[in-house]
Nanobody
Framework: VQLQASGGGLVQPGGSLRLSCAAS????????MAWYRQAPGNPRELVAV????????YKDSVVKGRFTISRDVAKNTVYLQMNSLKPEDTAVYYC???????????????WGQGTQVTVSS
């Protein structure tokens, strides 16, 4: 498995979760990393990107200020810290390795398996 996501679960509104995605070394060092999410009945949407130089880009305006994407080079792992969670954040979250262009376009390549996040009281 080249991308392994974990950390999902059930959390109450206002709570926090941290998702992790462990990647093989060759993938992690050569690719930008991203998190997507897909809610039931909705298309998969890009949430956040982190490039190999650490630059971040939050594509979903509703998560700005609440979610933080980061990467640990030593562990070949990308994280998504999610705070102040809302029921509408309920979705399957996927990590992806791809390419990030200077114009802000992200090209997805390799997918990890999803991890379910459910926000409910």
């Amino acid at each position: 498995v080249q991308l392994q996501a974990s950390g999902g679960g059930l959390v109450q509104p206002g709570g926090s979760l941290r998702l992790s995605c462990a990647a093989s070394g060759s993938i992690f060092s050569r690719n930008a990393m991203a998190w997507y999410r897909q809610a039931p009945g909705n298309p998969r949407e890009l949430v956040a990107v982190i490039d190999t130089d650490g630059r971040t880009d939050y594509k979903d305006s509703v998560v700005k200020g609440r979610f933080t994407i980061s990467r640990d080079v030593a562990k070949n792992t990308v994280y998504l810290q999610m705070n102040s969670l809302k029921p509408e954040d309920t979705a399957v979250y996927y990590c992806n390795a791809g390419r990030y262009f200077s114009n802000g376009y992200y090209y997805p390549d390799r997918w990890g398996q999803g991890t379910q996040v459910t926000v409910s009281s």
